[in-house]
């Protein structure tokens, strides 16, 4: 009985991806719904209804990522939280919005390089447009001192 349950819901994994390649979005969505029934995960759920959502609507799919990140930080799973916001950096990497929170919950996990990393690469954005982003350029600019200062012997 497992048995038959496990190769029902492979052939659904299968027939969710034949979904997404032909653009049939109601149907996609039809068969996550039902595949989410069998897994008791809420924020992986949520997480999976944002990269099925990618597919179709990418602008409509940073909200359910957020919602993804708020449940993963709600039940204690802060690399899942740092994870999560990595892969929706990839997504979007203009978003400069984005950048803070990640940089927080890496410094928070205590990956501080990391952290400073995505510094980094915030600070480059905001130089791109300094006018629109001052106030969060001098933030980085703080940042960048304080995570240099938390790691002693860290790379200038």
């Known amino acids: 009985m497992k048995h038959e349950m496990a190769e029902k819901a492979s052939i659904a994994w299968f027939k969710l991806a034949e979904c997404i390649e ?82 927080e919950f890496c410094q928070a996990n205590g990956w501080f390089k990391k952290a400073l990393r995505y510094v980094e690469e915030l600070l480059k954005l905001c130089e791109k447009a300094p006018n629109t982003h001052q106030d969060l350029l001098i933030a980085c600019v703080e940042k960048r001192g304080a995570l240099r200062r938390a790691q002693p012997g860290m790379d200038k």
């Open 22 to 103: 032909r653009g049939e979005k109601e149907r996609a969505f039809n068969l996550h719904r039902l595949l989410m029934h069998s897994h008791g995960d809420e924020p992986y759920r949520k997480k999976l209804e944002a990269d099925l959502l990618l597919f179709f609507d990418k602008n409509s799919s940073l909200d359910y990522y957020f919602q993804a990140a708020a449940l993963y930080r709600s039940a204690g799973q802060h690399n899942e939280v740092v994870f999560l916001y990595e892969h929706v950096v990839k997504i979007f990497p203009d978003v400069v919005e984005l950048y803070m929170p990640l940089v």
